[in-house]
């Protein structure tokens, strides 16, 4: 099987400014807890489900984050999530 490539995510990027993006939410927020949990996820199972051809798929930590923190928030449509 052919090593998949996943579009980058880099959590701690910095953006245009000299600051990191994690920087803008608070340390009590549950969404850290939920960063914390799907980091430690073995989420290897996943890969086979990705075929090797096409567009490289989005990360799939990325992915279940936001999908979790939609839930949090009552969103469970994907257009009111863009609008937030």
Partial sequence: MAKLHFRPYI??????????????????DPVRIVNAVIDNLNLESFKKLYKETGRCP??????????????????????????R
């Avoid at 279940?64 to 839930?71: D, E, G, P, Q």
């Fill in 58 to 83: 989005y990360h799939p930590k990325m992915m279940l984050k936001v999908i979790i923190y939609a839930y949090m928030n009552n969103i469970y449509f994907w257009n009111n999530l863009i609008i």
């Fill in 11 to 28: 959590p701690n990027q910095t953006v245009l400014f000299p600051q990191r993006i994690d920087e803008n939410i608070a340390a009590n």
